[in-house]
């Protein structure tokens, strides 16, 4: 069975940067579009990023574009989101997900359990 485990979620201030990390077992990591959901406190689940293993489809959403970059190192099958110039906006906990095909938008077949991230003003 797929697996995914994300770590690197914290405590950060306003402005900082953190790094996610997401290990993947069990699945053929290559055939999979990785990425990234988040949900806040009493809103609903947004997409956040995707990525494909040779990165010719990578999509963002808006609310993120030009601060996070997502990135796949395929030998460790780990996804990586790196986030920068936090804004208190991107505290939610923050899910890796696996989708075959070009995008992680659809029904995703495989979630992590999700790691917190809080951004304080």
């Known amino acids: 069975q797929g697996r995914l485990v994300e770590s690197g979620g914290g405590l950060v201030q306003a402005g900082g940067s953190l790094r996610l990390s997401c290990a993947a077992s069990?699945?053929?990591?290559?055939?999979?579009?990785m990425g990234w959901f988040r949900q806040a406190p009493g809103k609903e689940r947004e997409f956040v990023a995707s990525r494909t293993w040779n990165g010719i489809n990578t999509y963002y959403a808006d609310s993120v574009k030009g601060r996070f970059i997502i990135s796949r190192d395929n030998a460790k099958n780990t996804v990586y989101l790196q986030m920068n110039s936090l804004k208190p906006e991107d505290t939610a906990v923050y899910y890796c997900?696996?989708?075959?095909?070009?995008?992680?938008?659809?029904?995703?077949?495989?979630w992590g359990q999700g790691t917190q991230v809080t951004v304080s003003s």
């Open positions: 069990g699945l053929t990591f290559t055939s999979y579009a």
């Open positions: 997900v696996a989708r075959v095909g070009a995008s992680v938008t659809g029904h995703p077949e495989y």
